[in-house]
């Protein structure tokens, strides 16, 4: 019913409307979409403001099939920018989408949006920690993480996506009453990095998780940028989109991760979700015993940012309710 909220910063992208800047620097910027004015440049502790206990409802708008306004875009965004406790509720394209720039974002809650819940690409290089994505009848993928679409030369453009994630609990429709049933909990292609840490993905009526194009699969063992995946459990129709033409065998690899799990080839993880999932008829979002038993990753050890826990998901138990009070829980 209305367009969402746009921030357009001044922190490094890749994606530059002229061909001769080079990406992360002052003379590459981009137009935003719906004609929401240039952002991108140089100064990675750019900062935007913040955006604190705040609900985005019934937003966004489909300006055409190229050009559609998030709930939340974060265009170039920097990373002296504040965010913490947000949700996006039903919004008609995706929930949040950062288009590079470095923001960092805790305690997100996304609810019953059309397209992916949260997205990324041009570059994006932050941080996250607790982040809820509940789909809907109507939702695409939980996650979708690009670096920048287009062909091989545009999905190894620099500065590369590769975002840090921890503690997120990824809720599919597969339990609900919608019909959509080829959602996807996480797409990652077109040459992102990121390293994902201490998840659920659960329920999604297609696949837990797809990885796309070899620039993306190059990405697993590189020495600098690279993608890994540890301390996460999937279980949902498919687990993994395995296609002929992968360099690797998506679960082989997933698999031979540490502390990761998944409800097929021989292992014996099932999820045991309980409690409230905004929606009626879905998965809760409480870890249940084989949740509870998983072995996190210590990823404060890492970075100094993310807040020391040692569970997996973004919920550790039935006591732990950040998610509420504040929120939107339509049922």
Known sequence: QWGGLVLNGRAPINACTDATATGGTVDCEKSGEGSSGLFGGATVDDTSGSITYTQVRFAGFLVNNEDELNGIAFQGVGSNTFVDYVQVHNNSDDGVEMF?????????????????????????????????????????????????????????????????ISNFTLIGNRNGSGSNDSDQGMLIREGTAGRLFNGIVVDFGDDCIDVDQDATFARIGAASDSLEIQSVALDCVNNFDESSGDPLDLSDWFLAQPNNRASSDGDTYANTMTGSGFFSGQSGIIPGTNEIALTATDVNAMDSWFVDVDYVGAVEDANDTWYQGWTYQPQ
């Not at 509940?134 to 500065?159: C, I, K």
């Open 100 to 164: 590079g720039g470095a923001v960092d974002l805790r305690h997100l809650v996304l609810t019953g949006n059309d397209d992916d819940s949260m997205d990324y690409t041009d570059g994006w290089r932050g941080r996250a920690q607790y982040v809820i994505v509940v789909q809907g009848a109507s939702g695409d993928q939980g996650f979708e993480f690009d670096n920048r679409g287009g062909n091989d030369t545009a999905n190894n453009l620099e500065p590369r996506s590769n975002p840090m």
